[in-house]
């Protein structure tokens, strides 16, 4: 089993800043993609965005150029910097990865319980 632990979530006005974090622990041979995803109320989740284990990332585009994603792969962490916060980006974050638990296992996917970000306009 693999848990994620999110944190960074919170209230904030029109045009701040917050950075989300999330850890994964648990058992882990390695992780592939890691990502964050949102659900603002009454509507499906949606792609926020992911990064590889090499670094490429892939953006929505309704946050590119205010979110940036990063992660650390020794610490088993991923990063989400949000700027220029809109009262749209209110929703729950939701940490992802998929993850191997051993050399020849498939790849399952695991979400966080999720963080909630509010931006008051």
């Known amino acids: 089993q693999v848990q994620l632990v999110e944190s960074g979530g919170g209230l904030v006005q029109a045009g701040g800043s917050l950075r989300l974090s999330c850890a994964a622990s648990?058992?882990?041979?390695?992780?592939?993609?890691m990502g964050w995803y949102r659900q603002a109320p009454g509507k499906q989740r949606e792609l926020v965005a992911t990064?590889?284990?090499?670094?490429?990332?892939n953006y929505a585009d309704s946050v590119k150029g205010r979110f940036t994603i990063s992660r650390d792969n020794a610490k088993k962490t991923v990063d989400l910097q949000i700027n220029s916060l809109k009262p749209e980006d209110t929703a729950v974050y939701y940490c992802y990865t998929k993850v191997r638990h051993s050399f020849v296992g498939a790849l399952y996917e695991y979400w966080g319980q999720g963080t909630q970000v509010t931006v008051s306009s």
């Open positions: 990064i590889t284990t090499a670094g490429s990332t």
């Open positions: 648990g058992t882990i041979f390695s992780i592939n993609a």
